[in-house]
């Protein structure tokens, strides 16, 4: 048996490594002073560059052909999926988000960041830019930074921003070579050759950071320059060991490179049915000439080429000579659509569907589909879509983060540096229904809630000091005046007629509905007893004319000395007494000038101007 020792004894020629962690000194060091395992160039069979030092490109458009690269984007059924899914993101919300919400200075900072990014020109158009990176696998915006007051202070914001196309950009090797985060370059074209000179002002020896590259010359930023661009990147992945030209793929790769080969054959099956339909849509024609005879072969190829006619696709064939034959003629072969219509299955169903998929994940939201009464097929293709969604807006979160949003902030809150501001899309609307009636449930077992939470989940705000408000005291004042017992009537019976018109002046609108309800209801009983009245008049006067013909005087004299001479007032609470209108004992009238006016004021002291 070998002992432990014996074991783990270095065998003589080998070269003993050190064991120990060149960071281990340090207290808290990550193990080899965080830097990576190997540079991530020395992980292919072998390395394809030029004197530059960058990655070629991985692309596999680009790699076959520059020009097939270029003609993908006038595809309309491959643009059509690449475009809705750039718009689906950019037309999204979008707010920012510090990391303590809580904290009233990260609060007033996101705010101030929001009103500043609120300010770039087509800042839909320039999150759109930037997911064109999902065409191509990378994309980039050119920053322009200018003073702009806002709010009453001078603010740095970006007053004009351009596209950069993704493949202008090239990216320097991970070797280890290099001290900054990530060398980037811009190719530019011949004007940089030594002699010249930039915009006819600069000359090109001062632009120390022009190198020639596999592509070009390319033009490498200084590592001050990198926050005038913004890069977005979609699938960031490594390349495989065998194919050292794949290595670039760590900067991104797009939709043009996963389906270019599906592309290439459903172009060249398109190319094979236009030949078809032009060999064979207009039929085709065999003219007969005779056999051996190199005269009458010449003839009849003469005249079915000068021949006006639909058919062009003409078939020479010579006849044998004999007694019973003809030696001369034309046989016609009409068309057939069936092999047009398998060409045209295999271009649509298969390349065009295995496009859609790849891009949309599902073909229901661009094309109509088997469905039937009650299938869910739909919800199952928009979930998949949805989280297609989610997936680009989250990449273009982070990098509308670090691009964007921290530039602004080192310029404008440099006191804050250190505070992260993280910018987000709003890709999900709540279930506000379900999330009300669960939490409602748990605020009647005794769990507590945050007033912030909910007030966000129904999308309200929390009102000021200054703001009108509605609350559980007002709606109960309003039930009880619905019932009877509106402001201002006491606690009168059915029979007692009021002699003020129970109106609050300067209330809340329902509560004036809620006055004009009860006292509508109080004067339909009002109408009763003025009713009876009215009948007991009448069987009164009956008598006075009666009594006025035996004693020689008239019945309204009677009838008016009987009469108590004591009007009552019909008024309205708080308005003015010009309004007030002397009825007849046992009415109750209320002029339209006085309603409207009592309306008026109730509502205009709500703040109701267009209603009143």
Known sequence: MLTDEEKFETPVGAVELDPKDPAAA?????????????????????????????????????????????????????????EQRQRSVSLLNWHLEPEDANDPA?????????????????????????????????????????????????????????????????????????TVRERVGIRVGAGFQLGSKVADRWPVEKFKQVEPTDQGLAYFLNPWERPLLAIHKHLIEDGEFEDPQSAGKIHGIGIRSRIYWAWYQKQETLAFLMDHIERTATGIEIWYYPWGNEEARKRTEQAATERVGEGRNIILVPRPVGDDSHSYGVDRIEPSAAGVEILKEVIEK??????????????????????????????????????????????????????LVEPLKLFNCPHMAEVPVYFRIDTEAPDVESKLKAWKDAFDMGMEIKEQDLMDLVGASKPSPDDRVLSRQQQAQIDQASQGSAPGMGDQGAN????????????????????????????????????????????SDSKDYSAASAQ???????????????????????????????????????????????LADAFRTRGYQKLA
């Open 106 to 178: 990260q609060k007033e900072m996101a705010d101030e960041l929001t009103r500043i990014i609120k300010r770039i020109p087509r800042f839909m158009q320039y999150r759109e830019s930037l997911q064109r990176a999902i065409w191509c696998g990378k994309y980039a915006n050119t920053h322009r930074f200018g003073w702009r007051r806002l709010g009453g202070r001078m603010r740095l914001h970006l007053e004009r921003w351009r596209p950069l196309h993704g493949d202008k950009l090239v990216f320097g090797y991970d070797d280890w070579s290099q």
């Open 496 to 539: 007692d007629r009021p002699s003020v018109f129970g109106m609050p002046r300067g209330d809340d609108a329902d509560k004036v509905w809620a006055a004009l309800q009860a006292n509508r209801q109080r004067g339909e009983a009002d109408d009763l007893d003025r009713r009876a009245d009215d009948r007991d008049d009448a069987a």
């Open 350 to 403: 298969f390349f065009g569907h295995q496009i859609k998929r790849y891009i949309l994940g599902q073909t229901m939201t661009t094309e109509a589909g088997p469905a039937g009464l009650g299938s869910s097929q739909a919800e199952v293709h928009m979930d998949t879509y949805m989280q297609i969604v989610r997936y680009d807006a989250t990449n273009a979160e982070e990098t509308l983060t670090t691009d």
């Open 552 to 598: 020689g005087t008239t019945p309204s004299e009677n009838s008016e000395r009987r009469r108590v001479e004591t009007p009552t007032t019909a008024t309205i609470e708080g308005a003015p007494a010009a309004v007030a209108t002397p009825s007849p004992p046992g009415t109750l009238t209320v002029t339209l000038g006085a309603l409207r006016s009592a």
């Open 26 to 82: 340090v207290p808290g060091m990550a193990p080899n002073f965080g830097r990576d395992v190997t540079p991530h160039v020395a992980t292919f069979v072998g390395i394809v560059s030029s004197f530059a030092r960058v990655y070629r490109p991985s692309d596999e458009a680009i790699k076959h052909s520059w020009d097939n690269a270029r003609f993908m984007l006038n595809d309309p059924m491959v643009m059509e999926c690449v």
